[in-house]
């Protein structure tokens, strides 16, 4: 008894440090106002003509605000996004997304992801945007090729939308005639074709090129757990790098810091948020040369793209399509564009953590479930009582066992008392008593290490995708992935008080609804395990469901809403298998006999 006990006790503290260390270090700190005025920057040098083909680097795209605002601009509208084109660069730097407020109020505004340069506005976000242009090769004048600054003229097009393309053209003056087509479906992706015809009368090389750009670091959740920062897929292989790591790069280009990878014919690079993305694709098959870089005298990071030299021929033309990713990371949207789009390997920008290989399919469940049942709360409860179906047959063993060993515990206290401090002979007699009874004593503890991984895997599901965002169960339960907003400090509302905000020290002790009925399923569990004959062990236990109520009070609803489910199934289960082995739980006493059992052999007297 004293092993199993030691066991469970060891799987059950180590499930609450696990938790502890999860909560102290992968909670946020505080975000401080900042001021979200844009920098002062300045152009760097874009005149410096590459050695070679192989050095290619396009130079920093920032702009000034009076430059960004003096140029025209061209509208976007389509179902999922608002926002605008200036013919600045032919940048794409003002976007929001109509299916996304900021807040569940409905007049908290539509969540912005691009923004340009410039703005007076302390509130407007840092500029954020994607451009275009082509690199000189071959001793080719940097003058003759579009860049960043370059003013484009509107050939076709007036708004672009779903099926009304946007045609961009800049004439060099010297023969050259470049063209810029846009184009961009119902959700998120944009087709960006970029073409030249050489009418100069000789060869010329050049390259063409993306970029996305954030000015300074993004106001980030500062989650260990969530990558935020830059994210890509080169030939299959994942690889994502947070801001801070982004300054560290080696200073390879310039005086800056980049990452460079050749990708042979498949991959996607950008920035990616919690919810919202940003990312660079050429065609599936396109070589192209994927960086990663810091401009630390302008504080911008960059993506880039730059796809291979190309030759082109007096009298002849040249044209390049790639796509760019600007939206929400909706799992089924982006899963469509992996498939459709060829862009392969997509579906990984979304953070599914260690635990991928459970955090994939648990989430095509939950997605599959929400579809049927079209709310996303109860469908957490069907994927739990689909997760406890699928491993009952394996923790049956262990409920069985754990019964056995609630069975013993009578016997287990007299034994104590007969052996003293003799824990040689204690634990000789244990064993036999074990043997004889045929009962693991370590069996028990199966059904807590399974639930670690379990845990951890929807936690993540839960955290990072945004299906959860703003998802409304029922009742006072309006964003699953936001902790309890009911509090017993105002009695649930029923007091004219206001919620202790989450950022503060006082929500903890708050405890919304969820929190204590987790709690309170915690405790009708431990109710059913075998009770530690030790005092500290059994105290340990005792304030066990109570410290993980506070403790996971601030997690995401859904996830608090989940482990309830799942103490509420394990001990129905858990119940009807000690009644089933003619041991009815008495849960405020001790165990009510269903026959009358043997006593226990006495030791022969010497």
């Known amino acids: 008894m004293e092993d199993q006990n030691k066991n469970l006790i060891l799987a059950t503290v180590l499930s609450f440090l696990v938790i502890l260390v999860w909560y102290t270090l992968f909670s946020p700190p505080e975000v401080a106002p900042t001021d979200l005025a844009p920098a002062a920057i300045t152009q760097t040098d874009s005149t410096a003509q590459p050695a070679t083909a192989d050095a290619l680097s396009p130079a920093e795209p920032d702009s000034t605000a009076t430059e960004i605002a003096a140029v025209p601009r061209l509208p976007i509208n389509t ?3 608002i926002g605008s084109i200036s013919l600045l660069g032919g940048r794409i730097d003002d976007l929001s997304l109509k299916g996304y407020n900021e807040t569940l109020d409905p007049k908290s505004g539509l969540v912005r992801l691009l923004a340009p340069v410039g703005g007076t506005d302390l509130k407007a976000p840092k500029p954020y945007y994607a451009v275009y242009g082509w690199l000189p090769a071959g001793g080719l004048d940097p003058a003759l090729v579009p860049g960043p600054k370059t003013v484009w003229s509107v050939e076709s097009g007036t708004t672009l939308a779903p099926g009304a393309p946007i045609v961009l053209k800049w004439d060099n003056g010297a023969g050259l005639v470049f063209h810029r087509t846009l184009s961009v479906d119902d959700k998120y992706l944009f087709s960006i074709v970029q073409s ?8 010329v090389r050049l390259a063409p090129y993306g970029i996305v750009a954030r000015h300074g670091k993004p106001d980030t959740q500062n989650y260990a757990v969530l990558h935020e920062g830059a994210v890509r897929m080169s030939d299959g292989k994942l690889q994502e790098t947070k ?10 280009e310039r005086e800056g810091q980049a990452d460079v990878v050749n990708v042979a014919g498949d991959g996607w690079t950008g920035f990616t948020d919690k919810y919202w993305m940003t990312t660079l694709a050429p ?6 040369t994927s960086v990663i870089k810091y401009a630390p005298t302008a504080d911008i990071y960059q993506t880039e793209a730059r796809l291979p030299v190309m030759d082109v021929a007096a009298g002849a033309s040249a044209q390049v399509e790639t796509r760019l990713f600007a939206g929400a990371k909706e799992w089924e949207t982006i899963k469509g564009y992996e498939t459709s789009a060829g862009i392969k390997g997509f579906v990984d920008s979304i953070d599914w953590g260690w635990f991928f290989f459970i955090t994939k399919p648990m989430f095509w469940l939950l997605h599959t479930l929400h579809g049927l049942i079209g709310n996303m709360g109860w469908a957490i409860i069907a994927l739990t009582i689909s997760i406890k179906a699928l491993v009952f047959p ?7 066992s754990m019964a056995k060993m609630k069975e013993l515990q009578p016997e287990m206290e007299a034994l104590k008392a007969r052996t003293g401090e003799d824990k040689a002979k204690m634990q000789q007699e244990m064993m036999a008593l074990y043997k004889r009874e045929k009962v693991n004593p370590a069996a028990g503890c199966l059904p807590i290490l399974l639930q670690i991984p379990i845990f951890f895997s929807l936690y993540k599901v839960i955290f990072v995708t945004i299906e959860l965002r703003h998802a409304p169960w029922f009742g006072w339960i309006k964003d699953l992935s ?14 004219p008080f206001a919620t202790p905000d989450p950022s503060s020290f006082l929500f903890t002790f708050s405890l919304g609804i969820l929190p204590i009925l987790l709690g309170i399923s915690m405790w009708f569990q431990q109710k059913l395990n075998p009770q530690p004959t030790d005092p500290t062990q059994a105290m340990i236990f005792t304030w066990m469901p109570w410290v993980f109520m506070f403790m996971l009070g601030r997690f995401a609803s859904g996830l608090v809403l989940y482990w309830i489910a799942n103490n509420t199934i394990t001990f129905i289960q858990q119940y009807t298998i000690m009644s089933m082995h003619h041991k009815r739980p008495d849960l405020f006493g001790n165990i009510r006999d269903g026959f009358k059992r043997k006593k226990p052999a006495e030791t022969p007297k010497k």
């Not at 030249?196 to 060869?203: L, Q």
């Not at 936001?482 to 007091?495: C, E, H, K, M, R």
Request: avoid cysteine; charge should be neutral.
């Open 196 to 203: 030249v015809d050489n009418t100069s009368g000789v060869a």
């Open 394 to 400: 394996l923790a049956r063993k262990s409920y069985i």
């Open 482 to 495: 936001a902790p309890d907003p009911s509090s017993i400090l105002n009695l649930f509302g029923l007091l």
């Open 283 to 288: 065609e599936s098959g396109q070589a192209f």
């Open 243 to 252: 801001y801070k790591s982004i300054v560290k790069l080696d200073a390879v």
């Open 79 to 81: 179902p999922s996004l």
